[in-house]
């Protein structure tokens, strides 16, 4: 069952409230076919005036195409996100040079295509940041996203007090620890990659919201989207199977935002995963 956090800051009233809704990782054209379908329907519940998405995982759990990414904005995203997948996917590579609102990691090195940084203007002509950054702690030993978040924030800074940034990880600690370097510097840091959504939502001292991972967008019988025998093939044999997408309803994973346009500090994030869980006492 989903959880919702609303945690004020502060007590004193604010300007105006941005509302930003943020879709964990999209996992097969089937999940991202559900949530078009769902979005009218998101769109109406919470009334975001920005719709983030992230992306890596849509062509058979390995990146997108101009093809996705061009429906996604048809419907009314304004920013994509990707990770560590969407190398392995020739056609996002050029789709990474000639759209800046589709993001890869931005402490790749600089000689790769695309970037990890833009600043949207979204409903009602507000500005919004999106910064993306990848973990080191089992993954790729690439630059350091500590450091390469500093250089973004100021990027950003110049056009905008509100920033979200997608910090695509393995390792919980290392989410938590780059959560509170960039605590009271961003709207938010939203964990991605491991597709479970973490049961942390919460606003730090320094207002800034924060959860461990998001959750997929995908399949809800499977192993992280991957079809549940060759999950269990990998892990019984040792060996490569080829990547299956799972089966069952898509299942929508998010979080929604309430950012204080004036100060770029968050007020409220809310968890959601739509269908919700349930269970079966015996």
């Known amino acids: 069952m989903s959880t919702n956090v609303d945690v004020p800051i502060t007590n004193d009233k604010t300007l105006f409230m941005l509302t930003l809704l943020f879709i964990g990782d999209v996992v097969g054209q089937t999940s991202l076919n559900g949530l078009l379908k769902a ?22 759990g390995k990146g997108l195409s101009e093809r996705e990414a061009t429906m996604l904005f048809q419907a009314g995203v304004h920013v994509i996100t990707t990770g560590n997948h969407v190398w392995e996917n020739w056609k996002s590579r ?39 950054v990848q973990g080191r702690t089992y993954m790729q030993t690439i630059d350091c996203p500590f450091k390469a978040l500093d250089a973004a924030i100021e990027a950003v800074a110049a056009e905008t007090n509100v920033t979200i940034v997608d910090f695509h990880a393995e390792a919980t600690g290392e989410k938590m620890a780059l959560g509170y370097y960039a605590d009271g510097r961003v709207s938010a840091v939203l964990g991605t990659h491991t597709h479970i959504q973490t049961a942390d939502a919460q606003i730090l001292p320094g207002g800034t919201a924060y959860i461990t991972d998001v959750g997929m967008t995908g399949p809800s019988v499977s192993v992280l ?46 968890p959601f995963s739509l269908p919700e869980f349930s269970s079966t006492a015996l």
Do not use: C, W
């Not at 009218?40 to 849509?58: D, R």
């Open 94 to 132: 050029p789709l990474l040079v000639n759209e800046p609102r589709v993001l890869r990691p931005h402490n790749y090195p600089a000689e790769n295509p695309g970037s990890g940084v833009v600043v949207v203007t979204i409903a009602n002509g507000f500005r919004v940041g999106v910064i993306q």
């Open 39 to 60: 979005l009218p329907a998101l769109a109406t519940q919470y009334l975001p005036h920005g719709i983030i998405v992230n992306g890596e995982n849509i062509v058979d």
């Open 225 to 270: 989207g991957m079809k549940i025998d060759v999950a269990l093939n990998r892990f019984l044999l040792q060996t490569a199977h080829k990547y299956e997408l799972g089966e069952g309803e898509t299942r929508i994973s998010g979080v929604v935002l309430e950012v204080d346009e004036t100060t770029g500090r968050a007020h409220s994030i809310k």
